[in-house]
């Protein structure tokens, strides 16, 4: 079975961005446009669902948005900021441990290599990735989660069964322009049309040249 054509693809969807609810970490990246904030939403937005994640960062970075100013909150208040986010009390404890991390080693600053990064509690390569790319602008990276994950094998260009997987193999790939784009663009596709359950198929753009691999039911 042939895999979508790339360019074809990103091109297609790239012209219906607009038509797409923004994810919250994008919301959250045009607002505040700084690493910190990046890597903060990227920790509350795991497990969680957008429409829980941006209100919760929205309510947090209103009291503070420093390593310094959140550590100056008690661990009660953080909660109850952040909450409902999934495990929002583990999370809790976790912010607190990554701004005295910062404040300690960095200066207060977001490291600005995977490796650094790999190193801060509660810190995966999606939110490394995440961090890197839409925090500090780098390049070399394409943040991969369940999304960018499921759609990339859905539509054959790769074929793999784990995300950290899928970031290698969708490097051997993806032309390099593309992958900024790519995790924005394919949660927003995944969020919007190519669901899990029950894409709607008939609503997808790029439907005449998707395989469509794995896929149970549609609409």
């Known amino acids: 079975m042939k895999s979508a054509p790339i360019d074809i693809v990103m091109t297609a969807l790239l ?3 607009h038509t797409f ?7 959250i990246q045009s607002q505040y446009q700084t690493p910190f904030h990046v890597l903060i939403s990227c920790i509350l937005s795991l497990r969680t669902k957008d429409q829980v994640t941006g209100p919760a960062s929205q309510r947090l970075f209103a009291l503070a948005d420093t390593p310094q100013g959140l550590l100056q909150l008690s661990l009660p208040t953080l909660e109850k900021a952040i ?5 929002y009390k583990t999370k809790a404890r976790t912010i607190q441990k990554i701004c005295k991390i910062l404040l300690e080693q960095y200066q207060g600053q ?11 509690p509660g810190v995966g390569p999606k ?4 961090t890197l790319v839409y925090g500090h602008g780098h390049e070399d990276h394409i943040p991969t ?5 499921r759609i990339s094998n859905r539509l054959g260009w790769v074929k793999t069964t784990l995300p950290e997987h899928t970031e290698i193999a969708l490097k051997q790939v993806v032309p390099k322009h593309y992958w900024k784009d790519l995790n924005d663009m394919l949660v927003q596709f995944g969020q919007n049309i190519c669901k899990p359950i029950s894409p709607w198929c008939s609503k997808c753009p790029i439907t005449n040249y998707c395989p469509k691999i794995d896929v149970k039911k549609s609409r």
């Open 15 to 17: 012209a219906q961005k």
């Open 21 to 27: 609810q923004n994810t919250a970490l994008m919301d």
């Open 83 to 87: 909450y409902p986010v999934g495990f």
């Open 110 to 120: 977001v490291p600005r290599t995977r490796e650094e990064l790999l190193q801060l």
């Open 127 to 130: 939110t490394a990735a995440i």
């Open 145 to 149: 989660d369940t999304h960018v994950h």
